[in-house]
């Protein structure tokens, strides 16, 4: 996996742990450190991979407001994506405890 391709996981799957709290996107974009245009770009495409539905606010005055939800398919990607990235993290931190285990050593 490339550095790109992780990152993009990354964000899909940061954006569907998160997308029940969506107030909006201006919100959502300054809470994980984006553009509005990205997260709009990145929510859109997660659409159209069928990931998330919208819904209008019914009551809402700004009828331009939406309610962001996972689909049924959207809870097995973000199950697969957050079991990948667990994996990644593990081997990560095995590495990280072997070259700590060879710093002790030459530091004996």
Do not use: W
């Amino acid at each position: 996996m490339t550095h790109k391709e992780r990152e993009e996981k990354e964000l899909n799957l940061t954006i569907l742990r998160e997308i029940n709290q969506i107030s909006d996107q201006k919100s959502l974009a300054k809470r994980l450190g984006f553009s509005v245009g990205k997260v709009n770009y990145v929510l859109n495409e997660l659409i159209k991979k069928g990931l998330i539905k919208t819904e209008n606010f019914v009551k809402s005055k700004n009828k331009r407001g939406y309610k962001y939800l996972l689909t049924p398919k959207g809870i097995e990607e973000k199950i697969k994506l957050t079991k990948a990235f667990i994996e990644i993290k593990k081997k990560e931190y095995e590495e990280l405890k072997k070259e700590l285990d060879l710093i002790k050593k030459d530091d004996l």
